[in-house]
């Protein structure tokens, strides 16, 4: 029994055949790849707006910026999303749809956490562009001509 | 409004030290610090009654704060702490930030031991 236990993967696969292990792999990267280019959509649109305002209209370099924080978002979450995935063969149909939803959680949590830290950025950036254009916050005392 | 002109009591040490901070930061718009009591002061604020007993900030298209109001416009001048600016002048900040600048104005001859510098820079000073 004790032997059991300490079965290698290699002999498990070949005992029981890995049978889902390469559907979790396909079904996660499937997933992971829309997951993170939805998110990219999303973020490059709303924040083009957001940096189109900070940049005061200067388009080409609110839309490279955009671009350039786009194509970090990418390499940051697929690069992340697939060095998340570690399958090890799956015994059952359940086994491998438990493992995937677990891991497809984490991912997205992940991502969720990297999204808003993307948003205080970009509210960062935008707060010190509005505040170079503040006026005094106290009223004068007197005026003169 | 393209510049402003702090007007500040140049009998007083720590005044002195905080127009030296003041000239190290770097600012929005530019600033130019005039010591209340000089000739140059007199030629162009003479009118306002307040230089020399308060600190005093002119905007260069006439508009005057004055004391803890002053205090906040020459922080809202500068990029590190426009910030700051806005949260001492808010209601909760307000009252204790505008005290405490009175509290230290008031006194402001008696600090000058505790900055180390009782130098007279100013020529048309008497004492």
Redesign the interface.
């Known amino acids: 029994m004790k032997q059991a236990l300490k079965r290698t993967d290699q002999e498990v696969v070949e005992l029981t055949g890995d049978r889902y292990g390469v559907w979790v792999y396909l079904a996660y990267v499937t997933v992971a790849v829309g997951m993170t280019a939805a998110l990219a959509r999303t973020l490059f649109r709303a924040g083009g707006v957001f940096l189109t305002d900070v940049f005061q209209g200067q388009q080409p370099l609110a839309d490279a910026v955009n671009r350039l924080l786009v194509t970090g978002f990418y390499m940051l979450n697929l690069g992340y999303g697939l060095y998340l995935l570690r399958a090890e063969p799956q015994g059952t149909a359940f086994e491998a749809v438990a493992y995937l939803v677990g891991r497809l959680a984490l991912l997205l949590v992940t991502l969720g956490i990297i999204h808003f830290v993307n948003v205080f950025v970009f509210w960062k950036i935008r707060q010190g562009a509005e505040r170079k254009t503040l006026p005094p916050p106290v009223a004068p005392q007197a005026i003169i001509t | 409004m393209n510049r402003l002109t702090v007007l500040y009591d140049e009998r007083c040490a720590v005044c002195r030290r905080a127009r030296d901070w003041l000239l190290e930061q770097p600012t929005?718009l530019p600033l130019e610090v005039l010591a209340a009591g000089s000739p140059a002061a007199r030629a162009r604020y003479g009118?306002?009654p307040w230089l020399g007993q308060e600190l005093v900030v002119?905007?260069d298209d006439?508009?005057?704060?004055?004391?803890p109001?002053a205090f906040?416009?020459a922080l809202?001048a500068t990029m590190r702490y426009?910030?700051w600016?806005?949260r001492l002048?808010g209601p909760r900040l307000a009252p204790m930030a505008e005290s405490f600048f009175q509290m230290v104005s008031r006194r402001r001859h008696r600090w000058a031991r505790f900055v180390g510098d009782d130098q007279i820079e100013c020529t048309w000073c008497h004492n």
């Open positions: 929005y009118p306002v002119i905007s006439g508009r005057i704060w004055v004391g109001a906040v416009t809202w426009r910030s600016s806005f002048s």
